[in-house]
C-alpha cells in the first residue's frame, strides 16, 4: 500500500528546517546592536538659557556660579566654554554652571570595581543622585576585581566601553594617551569645580588625575599608609604606645622588644611590594627612584639612600632582625590573617585594614583594639610616606551623555556622596576638609581609634609610587625586574646592593623597549 | 526509468543536499565564526601591532624577531617544558599504579575510585586555594608532615628551585581522568590472555610485563598525547597562587601570552608567542605519533 503525503501538509524536515531559518534570523536580530535610548542626547549643544536668570552651580560646596555681565549661552558638552562677553577692561565672568534642571534626559552605564563594599557605597550614592537628578538614569554594573581591566580592555576593543568607570589611579593613562578618555579641564573650567582637587593634595592628586597637562579623571577616594598597632602586646610587654615623633630606630626597638620567635609572634608586618616601600625609599636621603612616576625614562633606583632603604625594609627586617614574618608567609596566610590573629603586633598599611581587626568582618569574633601612628622618622627626618588616590573617575569619549556622565563623576566626589562613601567603605574621601569632617570622626568612633588624623597628615606630604602613564606599571614590575629582585631580597635575603643594580639595568632595557616601540 | 521519476530524483537530491547544509548550518557558521575566523586572524596578528585601541599596523616580522630576543619567552618555555617533562611521566606512573591497584576485585573498590576521580571536578580556582593552605611554609600540612619525618619545613611556593616540584606534585591531585581511562584499557585485556599466562606459569610480573603493558601500550600513548597537549597549557595554577613568581620560576607560556596581550596590551606579540606554542605542542603530536608506530601495539592491527 503506498501512503501519499498531502501537500497541503508540513513535513517533520520542513518544519525543522522552517524553524531552523526563523531561530537564526532571531539570532541575528537579537545580535543587533540595540536602537539608542531615545533619552539619551546626541552631544549636541545644549539649548541656550536665558541670561537674565542667574545660573546655579550643580556642586553643592561651590559658591553659585556669578551671573555674566551679558548673556552667555551654556557651552556644549563638546565645545569649548563660552568665552566672557564683557568688556574687555572687566574682569572675566566666571562660567556659567549648568543647573541640574538643564542637563537632558540621559541613561549612563557606570562599571564599579567588583568589592563589596565599594558597590554598597555606589548603590546608596546612585539613589541620592537619582533625587537630585531624576532625568539621569545611572546603570550600575560590577566586574570582578581579578578581571576588571581585561574586561574593560574587551569593551574598548568591542567599541562598546561604559560612560563612565571606576579605576585606579594608575590604570587610566594608556587609554587617555590614545584618546579614549574626555578632557576634563573645559567642564571643570565651565562649572567651576575645582574641590577634589585641594591646592595641599595638588602633588598627591595631579600625577592620578592628569597627563601631559590635561586632567582625565576626577578623584573619588584616596589613601595613605600610617602604622596600625595592636593594644595588646604593647600592653603585656609594658611598652608605651608609640606616638607620631618616633624614629626608626624607636620603631626597631620596639619590633625586637615585641617579637617572640618560640611563639611565633612578630612586632612588625611589613607590607612587601615596591607600592608600599616607595615611601622608605625615598624618605631616606631623598632619592627617586624614577626621573619621574608619570611617563617615566629613567630607572634610578641604584642610588645610595634607596638601596640602604630597601635593605633595611626589604632584607634585614625578614632575615636579620626577623621582626616580620616572611613575605611567604603572609602571602600564605592571606590578607590581614596575622595582624587579624595577633600574630603580628604592627603593621604600615592603608585604613583598609580597620575592618579585618575590628567589627563584623574581624579575622576573631571579639576583635583587637587598636591605634594608629604616623611612620617612624629616618635619620633624614622626612616622613616615609605613601598616599595615593586609587579610585577615580574617567569619562570615556565614546560616551553619548557626557554631560550627563560629567554631573554623576562631580556628584560623587562631593558632599554629600563623600560623606556617604566612609562608613560603607573605609576609604578616606578627596579633601582634607572631608577627612577631617567625616573619616576622622567615623573611624574614631566605629573602632575607638584616637589618633585616625595620622593618616590624614600623611596625605599632606605622601605621594604615590609610580603612575606610569601609558606605560602599565604590570609591564615594569615583571619585564623589567622589579618583582624578581624583591622576590630575591624578601624571599632569599639577597643584599640589596647586589640585586638593585642588576634590577635597575633591566628596568631600564624595559623602559628603553617601550619607548622604542611606543606609538600613538 | 520515465524523465519525470528522473527530475524528481533530481530534485529530493537537491533538496537532500540543501537540507544537509540547512541542518549542519548552525555548526558550520559557529565553527567558521569562533575557530576558523579566530585562527586566522591570530595568523594575521602575528604580523601585526595591535593594542586593541587604535587599528593593527604592520610590522612585518618584528614579533617573530622579538620572540628570539625575549629572556622572558625563554624562561616560560624552559618552565613549561619542566612541567611537562617531568610532570607528564609522573602523572602516567602514578595513574597507572592507582588504576592496576583499583582494578582489583576488592570490597569498596568503587568508593575507592570515587574518591580518587573526586579532586577532579573540583574546580581548579577551589584546588588552587586548598592546595595555598597545605603548602603554606609555616602552617602547612604538608610541611607538618616534613617536620614528623624530622625533614626541615620547605618555602615550597617561594623557592624558586622547589615552585615547579610543588606544581608538578599539587597536578597528581586531578589525576582522576587519566586513571580511569587506565582503569578502562586494563578492563578490556581479555581475561583468557591472563589464564593462558598463568598456565604458562608466568608470574604476576610477567603477566603484567608480557600481557598487560602490551595490550594498554593504546591507552599509554592517549595519555601521553593528551597529557602533553594539557600540560602545555597550564595556567590557571599559577596565575592563582604565584603569578608566575617568585623569580619567574612559575612563568608558563599560556601566563605569558596572558601578561603580554592583556597586561601589555600587545596582541600581536602575544599571538606570536601563542602560535610558537601551538606549533611545539604541534611538533611534539606529530613526533609522538611517528615513534609511537614502533611501540603501540594495536590487538586489531595483528
Known amino acids: 500500500m503506498s501512503q501519499s503525503r498531502p501537500h497541503d501538509r508540513c513535513s517533520r524536515r520542513a518544519f525543522l528546517g522552517a524553524s531552523l531559518v526563523a531561530s537564526a534570523g532571531a539570532l541575528i536580530a537579537a545580535c543587533a546592536p540595540p536602537p539608542p535610548p531615545t533619552a539619551t542626547p546626541a552631544p549636541a549643544p545644549a539649548p541656550a538659557r536665558p541670561a537674565e536668570k542667574p545660573t546655579v552651580a550643580a556642586a553643592p560646596t561651590q559658591p553659585p556660579a556669578k551671573p555674566a555681565e551679558k548673556p552667555t549661552a551654556v557651552p556644549a558638552p563638546t565645545q569649548p566654554p563660552a568665552k566672557p562677553t564683557a568688556a574687555p577692561t572687566a574682569k572675566p565672568a566666571a562660567p556659567a554652571a549648568q543647573s541640574p534642571a538643564a542637563i537632558q534626559p540621559a541613561q549612563i552605564r557606570y562599571v564599579e570595581w567588583g568589592w563589596d563594599p565599594d558597590i554598597k557605597a555606589a548603590q546608596k550614592i546612585f539613589a541620592m543622585f537619582a533625587e537630585k537628578m531624576p532625568q539621569i538614569k545611572v546603570k550600575l554594573e560590577y566586574w570582578p576585581m581579578a578581571q576588571f581591566y581585561e574586561k574593560l580592555k574587551t569593551e574598548i576593543a568591542g567599541g562598546t566601553p561604559p560612560d563612565v568607570s571606576f579605576s585606579h589611579g594608575e590604570q587610566w593613562g594608556f587609554h587617555a594617551a590614545r584618546g579614549l578618555l574626555v578632557p576634563l579641564d573645559e567642564m571643570r573650567k565651565r562649572d567651576n569645580f575645582y574641590a577634589p582637587w585641594p591646592e595641599e593634595l595638588k602633588t598627591l592628586l595631579d600625577p592620578v588625575t592628569m597627563l601631559r597637562g590635561k586632567v582625565y579623571a576626577v578623584p573619588y577616594f584616596v589613601f595613605s599608609l600610617a602604622y596600625v598597632y595592636l593594644k595588646e602586646p604593647f600592653d603585656k610587654a609594658g611598652i608605651k604606645y608609640p606616638t607620631d615623633d618616633w624614629t626608626v630606630d624607636q620603631w626597631l626597638d620596639i619590633c625586637l622588644k615585641l617579637t617572640k620567635p618560640a611563639e611565633k609572634l612578630f612586632g612588625y608586618e611589613q607590607r612587601f611590594g615596591h607600592w608600599a616601600e616607595a615611601g622608605f625609599m625615598r624618605a631616606e636621603r631623598g632619592e627617586m627612584e624614577w626621573d619621574s612616576i608619570v611617563e617615566p625614562r629613567k630607572a634610578k633606583w641604584d642610588q645610595p639612600g634607596i638601596i640602604d632603604a630597601l635593605q633595611l625594609h626589604s632584607v634585614d627586617i625578614v632575615h636579620k632582625h626577623k621582626i616580620t614574618p616572611s613575605p611567604a608567609a603572609l602571602s600564605a596566610a592571606g590578607y590581614g590573617a596575622m595582624i587579624g590573629t595577633g600574630k603580628t603586633a604592627m603593621i604600615n598599611d592603608g585604613s583598609w585594614v580597620f575592618p579585618v581587626l575590628k567589627g563584623p568582618d574581624a579575622k576573631t569574633p571579639e576583635g583587637r583594639e587598636f591605634d594608629v601612628v604616623m611612620p617612624p622618622l629616618p635619620r633624614s627626618g622626612k616622613r616615609p610616606s605613601v598616599a595615593s588616590s586609587n579610585g577615580v573617575h574617567p569619562i570615556w569619549a565614546a560616551s553619548k551623555a557626557r554631560d550627563a556622565a560629567w554631573e554623576l563623576v562631580k556628584f560623587m566626589s562631593e558632599e554629600p556622596a563623600q560623606a556617604t562613601m566612609p562608613p560603607i567603605t573605609g576609604r578616606q574621601p578627596v579633601t582634607i576638609e572631608h577627612n577631617y569632617k567625616y573619616w576622622v570622626p567615623d573611624v574614631e568612633k566605629t573602632y575607638g581609634i584616637k589618633n585616625a588624623k595620622a593618616f590624614v597628615e600623611i596625605l599632606k606630604t605622601g605621594a604615590t609610587h609610580l603612575v606610569g602613564g601609558p606605560i602599565d606599571p604590570g609591564y615594569l614590575t615583571r619585564e623589567g625586574g622589579i618583582t624578581e629582585a624583591f622576590d630575591k631580597m624578601q624571599g632569599q635575603g639577597q643584599p640589596a646592593a647586589q640585586v638593585i643594580p642588576e634590577m635597575n639595568k633591566k628596568l631600564q632595557k624595559a623602559l628603553d623597549d617601550f619607548w622604542a616601540t611606543y606609538k600613538e | ?302
Request: no cysteine.
Open chain 2, 1 to 302: 526509468m520515465s524523465s519525470a521519476r528522473k527530475q524528481g530524483r533530481a530534485r529530493f537530491a537537491v533538496q537532500e543536499e540543501r537540507d544537509g547544509w540547512l541542518f549542519a548550518a548552525p555548526f558550520v557558521v559557529g565553527a567558521l565564526a569562533f575557530v576558523v575566523f579566530p585562527l586566522a586572524y591570530s595568523v594575521a596578528l602575528v604580523f601585526l601591532e595591535w593594542d586593541l585601541v587604535r587599528p593593527p599596523a604592520f610590522v612585518g616580522l618584528a614579533n617573530i624577531r622579538k620572540l628570539f630576543q625575549d629572556p622572558m619567552v625563554g624562561t616560560s618555555l624552559y618552565n613549561t617544558a619542566y612541567y611537562t617533562f617531568l610532570g607528564v611521566p609522573l602523572h602516567l606512573l602514578v595513574a597507572l599504579t592507582l588504576a592496576l591497584a583499583l582494578n582489583a576485585r576488592a570490597r569498596g573498590v568503587s568508593a575507592y575510585r570515587t574518591a580518587f576521580y573526586l579532586p577532579s571536578i573540583t574546580p581548579s580556582v577551589a584546588s588552587a586555594v586548598i592546595w595555598l593552605q597545605i603548602l603554606h611554609p609555616e602552617f602547612g600540612m604538608l610541611n607538618d608532615a616534613f617536620e614528623k619525618l624530622g625533614i626541615s619545613p620547605q618555602r615550597w611556593l617561594f623557592e624558586p628551585s622547589l615552585t615547579k616540584p610543588a606544581f608538578i606534585l599539587m597536578s597528581l591531585w586531578s589525576i582522576g581522568p587519566q586513571m580511569v581511562i587506565f582503569l578502562a584499557g586494563l578492563q578490556a585485556v581479555p581475561e583468557v590472555l591472563y589464564e593462558a599466562a598463568h598456565a604458562d606459569g608466568a608470574s604476576a610480573w610477567q603477566r603484567f610485563r608480557h600481557v598487560t603493558l602490551p595490550l594498554l601500550t593504546p591507552t599509554i600513548f592517549f595519555n601521553i598525547v593528551v597529557g602533553i597537549i594539557a600540560s602545555f597549557q597550564v595556567f590557571t595554577t599559577s596565575f592563582m597562587m604565584t603569578g608566575g613568581g617568585p623569580q619567574n620560576a612559575t612563568l608558563f607560556m599560556v601566563l605569558q601570552i596572558y601578561y603580554v596581550a592583556f597586561s601589555y596590551s600587545r596582541f600581536g606579540y602575544a599571538s606570536a608567542i601563542a602560535w610558537i606554542l601551538f606549533l611545539i605542542v604541534a611538533g611534539f603530536t606529530v613526533l609522538q605519533f611517528y615513534i609511537g608506530r614502533r611501540w603501540v601495539y594495536y590487538e586489531t592491527q595483528l
